[in-house]
């Protein structure tokens, strides 16, 4: 019964102390320092072995400047046999506050000491002396402990300090020597320099990162400062000198991977660079012997043709999908190659027919859930395209039910809603925009809310959605890729029904199919419209984002770029383009971007 009652009694004892000490943090978290203080005094007398309620009493008799009673403390700790050398440290720092800089520097002095004698203690006292930001007192203590003991490694907390101090040559190499001790991963290594470089390649630390990186592979033939110059090409948007370098990956590994070779061919051509995109894509086609990487690469490529083809050219690449077609067959594995083909056929040679065939050819492969969702999804898309929006409604919505709560799922129910909106049902696409603003796709989400507005908005003003639907006619013509008629039905809208709700809406979407026609001048010319009349409307930061990128891309006017930019990050801070706006304007600036 004794026992029961003594563990009961240090039990409640534990609790007590433990409810103390959270409310004696919450009173300094809070600066409250007087409050605190009463706690931990308490609690230090209570348990004076505790380090981290003896290091927080010290804190509060510091901020309520009572330098002497944490001078008291501190000495009477460092009189203990047990005492930890980062105590001559913060010794040190209760001088350095009170402005004793030669008391100070004794014991800073003192602390370094140690580490020759027990280099153990080297990242303790470094560390200490890092959180006080005495950063050349850290510097020396880390390195004194990899000069007296050199199986230790502060590579990683040397780079901080030296990044902090500004010494950028050496951040780099000390970095680069835990990569070549295999101390720590590249990701996390290229997290950390990512902070210092930017896109530009001219810039001082690029500069300087670049130079070492040749430097060492020189000496050295390690494909390491490879991958690390691919890295900072890619990083400067330089993807043929990251190729270049990619390519002397690839010969000189063992394990031969064409992927990482594939993944910069992806992000060229994402960033428009079709030159060097498309000699990544013949790279790969000449050296894979994995079929689904050739058929990607050469799906890529005439991707990029299709950029600018003229009729010749797209009875070229006809030929050439029916001969991929040839060599690859209609299997489960090449979908992507059957779905190609069918969107070429629709989109470019305007021969829905053919394409609906192929695809429902390939719905008898054995496929699995995601297998027929992806053709389905690509069938009813061109359904849309021929008009036959019942029978593409069907396939959305068998998408629905096989693949619930997917984004795949989502996916599909906004393309009935889009479908529905084509062919005037309103109503209907209301229904199922209204489920879509809350996805957890924010594209998804961001499109079902707009096209939402578009039709609610436009239904309120006008009972008979006159205007309304000559925009869905503009719309569809826009997603038949007749970019033309598109624009002059929309012209419609701005002529007939000029200062209603709906002129901003034909604006933009009018803006953004001349922009396809490289009309620049007249897009820019609507979304300044948009701007003037309907600056206080839901797609003023449209408007501000598509002008700020022709400023940027097409007009070279970088200064109008991050002032459109600019109009975002201050006045729509609750936008889609928010994010972007503020990453593209700091990069204008010459800002390092994570």
Known sequence: ?????????????????????????????????????????????????????????????????????????????????????????????????????????????????????????????????????????????FLSGMETNPELDFNFPLAKIYGEQGKIEEMYLAFINLLKNGSTSMASVLRSIDDFVTEDAQAENNIIFKKLLLKNAQRDPDTLWNELLSWLFVRQLQYKSAFTQEKAIYKRSEASSLARIQDLGKLALTHKDYETADAIFEFIISNSTNDAYKLNAELNRIDIQLLDANEQKLKQLESLFESMLEEYGYKNTTLQLQIAYANFLTFQKNNPEKAIVILKKSLELPLNTYGKAYLKMALGDILVYDQKFNQALIYFSQIQQELKNDVVAQNARFKVAQTSFYKGDFEWALTQLKVLRSSTSQLIANDAMQLSLLISDNSLEDSTQTALKIYAKADLLAYQKKNKEAIATLETILKDHKGEKIEDEALLKQGQLLEKLNDFDRAKFNYQKIIEFYGNDILADDAYFAIAQLYENQFNDIEKAKESYEKIIYNYQDSYYFPQARKNFRRLRGDAIE
């Open 1 to 141: 019964m004794k026992i029961f009652l003594s563990l009961f009694i240090f039990l409640c004892l534990q609790l007590s102390h433990a409810q103390e000490y959270n409310l004696a943090k919450q009173y300094l978290n809070d600066g409250e320092f007087e409050k605190a203080v009463v706690y931990f005094e308490k609690l230090v007398k209570q348990n004076p072995y505790r380090s981290d309620y003896s290091e927080d009493l010290i804190a509060c008799y510091q901020q309520l400047e009572r330098y002497e009673d944490a001078e008291k403390i501190l000495i009477s700790k460092l009189e203990s046999k047990k005492s930890h050398p980062v105590l001559i440290v913060d010794l040190g720092y209760n001088y350095t506050l009170q402005k004793e800089d030669s008391k100070a520097a004794e014991m800073y002095e003192q602390a370094l000491a140690v580490i020759p004698k027990n280099p153990n203690f080297a990242f303790s006292i470094g560390s200490r002396f890092q959180k006080y930001t005495l950063l050349d007192y850290s510097e020396k203590a």
